[in-house]
């Protein structure tokens, strides 16, 4: 019996989710029997070719007929369509991976984290970084405490999309579908990895910041010259206290000229150090106690996490790969019954550092995480 | 009607070309339909399995019986067994896509040569890494003229997994299954990036070397103790003098320690330079001409060689894809009958820039390359 | 007639002072002449050994004996003494150079600046790092708008000389003796360049924190087991808002394992982005308007700041060259009357800046910089 | 007693020495006492000024005078003229220190390396950069055997100032005054660190090339449009064997395009490899046997070579130190009586290999160096 997957959303998100499952045969033969069973969306003819290309053997443009025909749920559409068909799937009993940040609100999160307590079934938020190899390799690193008591976490993810102020309106520039900007859409991740490599967010002191207030609408929906509101940070900084008392800092920013998908962390401990960025995710640079300098490691052996699934050392992974890791321990998860994180409440956890983080830059106080 | 493939090896490369075909649907829609037919191998049961995960119908202990099921024909097997079954498929009229190097010896890959050559059909070997997006973005810098006049090419390529001296023997360590060491499997993808970048190779001093003259044979074929000879070259250098003048540089070795798959190519030219390094083969970088420095370009932009199939800007590539990128174009010249290169002649131009180099090395002087 | 200078303070930035005066007549021969005359010390012997090797005439331990002996002052002790001694000297009518920070707190600051103001003598606040070449150069690039309109400032600056909690106590730990921790000995100088670069500091978030309460009391003045209370920060961060808009990050640890003296500088604006960091300071990375990635140049040629006065392209400078430009600067400008910068208002300008990080972190809200 | 040093040549070389000699007594106080005595040159009037800037005492249009007022004599004119000052200088009994090459042939080299054993005073040929303390610091870890046994040596010296064909002729482009190009003037640098990290050069296959025949006089001599032959070479590279069967290969070229001094040296070893770029000069990359990958050293800790000479860790040393390092020792030795290298013998020792790499190019095969 194969898992029958539904999901919502058939553009990047989607061709990423759809294509991970596709590869699990062939690299993760031990991963359960997954049939792409139903896209969901809107356009009926886009969404038709969409399920022809991905692999899908039904449609709906009903999300409500999607959920009862199958036995998983991916929610993978903008931020403010996450709550209610992931409150419905799990009603249903439906495992749900979200897309992050988890909602477009705190609220809304709470709403979905509820629900899947109630339903004690599996649940994700899609935060595809912690299935980096490398980013596994420095999680194994300080657990098994190589850099000591950790004193400082930095992380800031760049990328300069927005910088041209005629670069166009999209959901991703309102409040209302997305809940917030660079905050939400890439400080979720670099606070999610906080949580897993270091500990809690305690408390936060915020700063966002929209550089262009308007933009042009493009395409079907817009008249020439006609613009719309940027009602979210375009970039945030954030200072931060971590359970166990790390000092952390995180930053975003689309206006970061010349840095596309640049999502860099840095730990020090009282022991060693760590170095990672997205842009080379194949490689973590890693000082511990007997070096001088940061070791840069290739992170392709053979005994490194999930690499034996794939090709010989030297031979280096691209960024989907992370989405078929997550998919193999998701799927998986759902197929044995058993926990999987970071699921739902991680993600309400996340949601919680951010809202603290947007209410702390409107108060200009620290505020903090409850 | 979709192509029927036929290929023989089902290990490293005949994993990494089945991945290859299986992603054609989703990312290359455009490619011509293909059917991974039929899987080639010796030991019956391991064969099942791997067509199995490989997604392979059918299975054939005989190459001949392949051949003729088949519309296309990959030859992955050791280097000493590219010539026959590749001949017998030309004469059958079968394109036939060979691993790298073209054959075990320049004899062989004479014969490979010219029954393509009567053949008239496609032909490919399968120098992979002309397909990096990097690379692709450099041949076009140079063919634009932006480096200008080229007066250096310098490749190498390190790995270490023979430094140590109790590494097992294998096939890859046998003159008469390989033909050569690191000569043939490294330096072949160096010389085939010389000449697709600079151009062809006139003359050529070569320096081979062996560090370890026998190596302990493992599994099933060895007794305790039983060792075997090392007849081929751990390591190579050659020095050469390219066609339009370029000097070059090449060199690899199985004793870099601390390098596992690193192919990195450095050109100079009188208006510009480039580096590219395999271990991060999404990046080039390059000095052009109102510009001081090398520039790190991350070659994942939307109009980048083949990114438009993949994902956004900064979402990296892996060292996979370079054989998607492959297999649709040998694919799609098989489907339309179009040239395709690199081709078998391309093969034998590089094989006879190979025996070159060792037969300086025997012989103390420089060679032509005929 | 040559310029007597008197300098107070020995060790580490009395060599690289002197240092610094001893090169000017080989390299910069249009420097005034000058004199190291008198150096102030309270430990006879020590002093006199250093005059001896530093090459200074004379010495005092009454550093009113020295203001009255010479043409310039530098004052170069410990924080708490820099406010006096500088008053008395520009009371005297003689030009001074102060270590920076300013001074411990920013009372003492305004007196020296109001001291400076009324002596209408050249000062200097001695934010060396102005006079790295390559920060001259992006200083050029940025006023000449090849970055266009600043979004983002960010510094950071990393040591690691206290993550050893047996570290011994110095006066740089005390409260009472250097004002506050790294963020005055590090965070100075990164809110200098941030002024230098982009511009004045408008308001801040701070966050301040010291992780080691207590430190062993090393050598002559300490009993076995005696240990000191750490009344100063570990390591700070900070979030602000610059002049024109910009947002800047800051953030300094003497915790951060692996980094020695290692203050980056990144900034990001409309145009183009520039990344430096102190631990490769001959070298720039630089992204401009027809670049896609950061250029790396070697801030060595000819043309570049001040490096016409050393070698030839590609021979690169160490961190003392900073502090000949630096002296050869303010020399000139005591020599020639004319105007100096940085002077004590703008070291008074960075200890407002201080001042409000450090109230921030109390009151936990932004504060802003009069 | 001071040591009265003679200088020949006052520009790039002389201002390199003369700094360093001035530098001694304020940072290596346990040198001898050295007096810049007399500077030798040509032209009056330019040679005055030299002495004035560098701080000599006396100046002399004869070496012939020079050398009978001298304790040590430093020859750094061009190569045809270091063998008669030096065989003169060593005949009177008079150290000597001869810039590299140590002379325009093998022949001159021989004559001078005969009179430097014949005089049994120390001599030096000036290959500074084994006075990296990187380099010291490799060269320790190699002798210590943390990298086992040597199996590959990389050396490349990457420069660019003749890249344009129209830039002006030189001494060093005569065969008559400089014996070679890249080769003797950066090669010799890179065969002097091959002996110095691993071991003397056995057999050579070298390959030289002038890409520009002819290039434009400049200045007093030259009439407009006139020209003068590039009779040397523009680029060399090398294969080597190294006593104890080290590998090597190496290059060197003033026509690669965005390097200015780039002088790279990599070494392989059974247990360990490391990595050096002179334009990185204060790091060094090392892999050794716990680590995966290089660790990247900055090599200014307090027990690094020389440096407790100068700052706290983390304050870059530049190119110039590299003469005072070696400067120091050489005076060193000159006034104890001690043993110096690398010496005359040395030098001939990189010449004979520099000879036997010009004589294979000539011949096209291998040559060994006797």
Do not use: C
């Amino acid at each position: 019996m194969s898992l029958k997957v539904g999901v919502l959303g058939y553009r990047f998100m989607g061709k990423a989710h759809a294509n991970a499952m596709a590869r699990l045969p062939m690299f993760f033969p031990e991963a359960p029997e997954v049939e792409r069973h139903t896209l969901v969306g809107r356009d009926e003819d886009a969404l038709s070719d969409a399920a022809d290309r991905l692999g899908f053997a039904h449609t709906a443009t009903d999300w409500e007929d999607a959920i009862e025909a199958v036995d998983v749920f991916y929610n993978l559409g903008p931020n403010h369509v996450h709550a209610d068909p992931s409150v419905a799937a799990l009603e249903a009993g439906v495992p749900v991976l979200s897309e992050k940040p988890l909602a477009e609100d705190l609220e809304s999160a709470e709403r979905m984290a509820a629900a899947a307590d109630d339903a004690g079934v599996p649940t994700a938020t899609a935060f595809n970084y912690r299935f980096v190899p490398a980013i596994r390799y420095a999680k194994n690193l300080i657990e098994d405490g190589e850099l000591g008591e950790i004193h400082h976490f930095r992380g800031r993810y760049l990328q300069d999309w927005l910088v041209d102020p005629e670069a166009p309106w999209s959901w991703r520039n309102s409040e209302e579908m997305a809940g917030s900007g660079a905050l939400g859409d890439l400080g979720a991740h670099t606070v999610d990895l906080a949580r897993f490599l270091v500990g809690d967010v305690e408390r936060v002191s915020g700063h966002l910041r929209t550089f262009v207030e308007q933009r042009p609408v493009e395409g079907e929906g817009g008249e020439a010259g006609e613009t719309r509101p940027v009602t979210v940070d375009d970039a945030y900084s954030a200072q931060a206290e971590l359970e166990d008392g790390a000092m952390a800092t995180f930053e975003a920013s689309r206006f970061a000229n010349g840095h596309k998908n640049d999502h860099a962390i840095e730990v020090h401990g009282s022991e060693g150090s760590l170095k990672f960025s997205l842009e080379r995710l194949n490689e973590l640079e890693v000082l511990r106690d007997r070096n001088r300098g940061y070791e840069t490691i290739l992170v392709t052996d053979e005994d490194d996490p999930y690499v034996d699934h794939w090709w010989p050392p030297g031979h280096v992974l691209g960024w989907e790969h992370t989405f078929v890791h997550e998919n193999f321990e998701f799927l998986s998860a759902v197929d044995s019954g058993s926990e999987y994180h970071p699921d739902f409440e991680d993600g309400l956890e996340v949601q919680k550092a951010l809202a603290a983080i947007q209410e702390s830059d409107e108060r200009g106080e620290w505020v903090d995480v409850e």
